[in-house]
């Protein structure tokens, strides 16, 4: 049983699924970047608020010092403004 979940891609931790999560957000926003030149996604935005939401928790996570040094690095690499 364990294995044909493992096959279908059953995800089997919380910290997998955040994992995964963030990931799956990450290459958005690397998306949108390429289309659009600056990762500043508008809070209020209505093709992307998921993607808006994510990018204003990211900012506050890194304010409050809980975002991971890799993370940072490579939210910095795809030229993520911290300051808005």
């Not at 998306?31 to 992307?48: G, K, Q, T, W």
């Not at 608020?49 to 990211?58: C, E, G, S």
């Not at 890799?70 to 300051?83: C, I, P």
Request: glycine share 4%; proline share 2%; with cysteine.
């Amino acid at each position: 049983r364990v294995q044909l979940l493992n096959d279908v891609g059953f995800v089997w931790s919380f910290e997998d699924q955040n994992k995964i999560t963030w990931e799956l957000n990450y290459n958005e926003l690397k998306e949108y970047r390429s289309a659009n030149d600056h990762c500043n996604v508008p809070a209020a935005s209505l093709e992307h608020p998921t993607l808006a939401n994510w990018v204003k928790y990211q900012r506050a996570k890194y304010r409050n010092g809980c975002l991971s040094d890799d993370r940072v690095e490579l939210l910095n690499d795809v030229g993520f403004e911290w300051s808005r």
